[in-house]
């Protein structure tokens, strides 16, 4: 673990509750990225962001020194990602049964694909935009696990041990979720991308 995680998660359990702002400013950006391809907007991406430090702060002397502190804040990011999920896949199915009309699907802006090096050219922003939102779309059609598992490897760079670790699970079930999103996300992407299968 980073000495200076270290040194703030001493203080805090040693009543120091403002040392805990180290720890959010250190990492919240990192978990944001995270979240917000895992939820696909930045609202929910926020509220989720905000429930992880909430239980990080109430579990932190839960937390045992010898592991990583960012591979611990990720795998409580994961698991409140994964509950809000499940909770908007019940409101979702509870509409459904209630006949009620599906709530407006407003166009949402990623904010990590805001920080732009270059100025691309119109066809190139269209093909783009329309590439994200196949991507986007290809995503929500992953389990929870497939996704998850797909952006902490192919967006996060973590190692499948680190995925692995995150998710609680071993590390053949993780490799096995990696490979499943990867082949249904070429399939759902290879007629835009025009492959051959």
């Not at 200076?4 to 990492?27: K, M």
């Not at 579990?59 to 592991?67: C, E, I, R, T, V």
């Not at 680190?162 to 999103?181: C, D, W, Y």
Request: charged share 25%.
């Amino acid at each position: 673990m980073e000495s200076s995680d270290a040194a703030a998660i001493e203080q805090v359990l040693a009543g120091d509750q403002d040392s805990f702002r180290v720890l959010v400013g250190r990492h919240s950006r990192n978990l944001f990225r995270l979240v917000y391809r895992m939820m696909g907007n930045e609202h929910d991406a926020e509220d989720v962001v905000q429930e992880t430090f909430l239980r990080a702060y109430r579990k932190l002397g839960q937390f045992q020194a010898k592991a990583n502190f960012s591979t611990w804040l990720h795998r409580v990011a994961v698991n409140c990602a994964l509950d809000h999920l499940r909770a908007r896949d019940r409101r979702a199915s509870q509409m459904v049964a209630d006949h009620r009309p599906e709530w407006d699907n407003q166009e949402q802006t990623d904010p990590v694909a805001n920080v732009a090096a270059t100025d691309p050219t119109a066809d190139r922003l269209v093909h783009s935009a329309e590439l994200r939102e196949k991507l986007d779309t290809a995503l929500r059609q992953l389990t929870h696990h497939e996704r998850t598992a797909f952006v902490l490897r192919h967006f996060e760079g973590l190692s499948i041990q680190e995925i692995g670790r995150i998710l609680g699970i071993r590390t053949s079930a993780t490799k096995n979720a990696v490979f499943r999103a990867v082949k249904k996300l070429r399939q759902a992407l290879e007629p835009f991308a025009g492959f051959s299968a």
